[in-house]
């Protein structure tokens, strides 16, 4: 879920984003991992922008994860290879404050390799950063500040004043979500209109999402039990095409 409200912002704030972490509001598209590689890595944490003239590549962590300073690297050779005159800025972003030092690791190393990438923790990044720019207001209440719930606030009379409702909707169901990792519920309903947050694009595309991640693991479990693959179709409501992908990713697991 916190990864799907981040990519959301990401891509639809993507001048917001260059403004913090490059330096300057360039707008940017979404580059695909499959543009990169024929095999990606799969990874729901994973954003890749690009301008015409620098890659932006951004991880969104809750937690730390081994794997991630290796995935810098190999990103960072991918893009080379599509564009070796482009220059990529890479940065891990870590959303829930922890005691792990893992979230100061900066760098993956290898016999002779080593590979240096940017790390920030949104706990040690003022909120007021985050309230000047729309596509940044929903990481407000995960910001350093005196007292989080009163950010929420000053976030949603932030989010009030921006236009259009449609907008207004995703980046407060968005500051809900991500909100949630700080306050509890309660709190964050009391603050933010709930049915606004459940009719926005971005809640109902997570809950799409989420449905989707459920239908997925039930259908692995049937494969596991020796369901055909229309049958699995059958009961999941997945498609054929999907199903026969779900089967090969067991194959290749039993292989390797």
């Known amino acids: 879920m916190y990864d799907d409200t981040c990519r959301f912002l990401a891509e639809h704030f993507s001048a917001d984003f260059a403004s913090w972490l490059l330096g300057e509001p360039v707008e940017m598209t979404e580059l695909k991992p499959s543009e990169l590689s024929l095999d990606p890595i799969r990874t729901d944490a994973l954003i890749l922008l690009q301008s015409e003239s620098s890659f932006l590549h951004l991880e969104f962590q809750t937690l730390p994860k081994e794997k991630v300073p290796f995935r810098m690297l190999d990103y960072r ?133 989420v449905q989707e991640e459920r239908d997925r693991a039930i259908a692995l479990n049937f494969l596991r039990e020796g369901l055909s693959v229309e049958m699995v179709a059958r009961g999941t409501g997945l498609s054929i095409e999907e199903v026969q992908q779900l089967q090969q990713q067991l194959t290749d697991s039993a292989q390797n």
């Open 77 to 209: 050779v991918r893009g080379y290879r599509k564009d070796s005159t482009k220059p990529m800025r890479q940065v891990v972003i870590y959303l829930k404050q922890t005691s792990s030092e893992r979230v100061y690791q900066t760098s993956f190393e290898m016999e002779n390799t080593r590979h240096e990438f940017e790390v920030v923790r949104i706990w040690e990044q003022p909120a007021s950063l985050f309230l000047q720019y729309p596509g940044l207001i929903p990481f407000a209440a995960l910001g350093q500040s005196a007292d989080a719930e009163e950010t929420l606030r000053q976030a949603a009379q932030r989010i009030n004043q921006i236009a259009g409702s449609e907008t207004q909707a995703n980046l407060i169901a968005a500051s809900g979500i991500l909100a949630g990792l700080r306050l509890e519920d309660e709190i964050v309903y009391r603050i933010l209109r709930r049915d606004i947050m459940q009719e926005s694009t971005v809640y109902r595309s997570i809950q799409r999402e």
